[in-house]
């Protein structure tokens, strides 16, 4: 496996294995309950080994990539739509996988990662970068499918803002958001002007008032001392 191809290996799952209680004995021999579905064909159930899918997802491409997934045999492509995590312990708990049709276009969501920040004027002059999505959803042939989105931000001066619109999308591919009739071109990047905190130039003047009684003895205690 390298991250530009994924291929995990499946079982089907019998009527027999599904079900929650069925879902937990698979869990306790290290199996994680699965679907594919999609493509004018009937939802598969099927059982992926825990470790070959933990192992996968450690690749951010995994989530963005056509996978392989061999059923007893069967090759289907597929990419991951949603994957259940164990809320306090985080390994995954049951995968869902929308098949792959050649010539049909698919909605992904791709990982987005801004480039430059060091290199920034904004970033220069204390400005602070703040980032507002981590991926986006973009409709596209499988064959055109990419990796991440890349989003230049070394030209940013204090101010300055990407929209959706402002990202270079590869050949064959568009932003589902911006094809809506409704869609917003957001913000999706802005650069701030340095935080700057106010000091109180009278927060060392305490009025004596406001001290404690047992704390002002003290202090008269240890001025006694001194004497």
């Known amino acids: 496996m390298s991250i530009n191809h994924f291929e995990l290996n499946a079982v089907d799952r019998s009527a027999e294995q599904q079900g929650k209680g069925a879902s937990r004995r698979l869990r306790k021999q290290n199996l994680v309950p699965a679907i594919i579905y999609g493509g004018n064909a009937e939802p598969t159930a099927i059982s992926i080994k825990l470790n070959e899918l933990v192992k996968s997802l450690e690749f951010e491409a995994f989530f963005s990539h056509i996978l392989t997934i061999n059923v007893d045999g069967e090759e289907h492509q597929a990419v991951i739509k949603d994957l259940q995590r164990h809320p306090a312990k985080g390994f995954p708990m049951h995968a ?36 507002l999505v981590s991926d986006i959803e ?28 402002d990202i270079k999308l590869p050949e064959g591919v568009v932003i589902h958001e911006l094809e809506l009739e409704d869609g917003h071109d957001r913000t999706i990047v802005n ?19 406001e001290v404690p009684a047992t704390e002002q003895a003290d202090k008269a205690e240890e001025k006694k001392d001194d004497e």
């Open 138 to 165: 973009v409709i596209c042939m499988p064959s055109q499918l990419p990796e991440y989105l890349e989003v230049d931000v070394s030209g940013m001066e204090i101010g300055d803002l990407f929209r959706l619109s």
């Open 191 to 209: 650069m701030q002007p340095p935080t700057v905190e106010e000091v109180d130039e009278d927060a060392d003047d305490v009025d004596a008032d």
């Open 96 to 131: 869902d996988f929308q098949r792959v049709v050649k010539g049909q276009k698919i909605h992904m969501n791709v990982p987005v990662h801004f480039t430059g920040r060091e290199d920034a004027p904004g970033t220069a002059a204390a400005g602070v970068l703040s980032t």
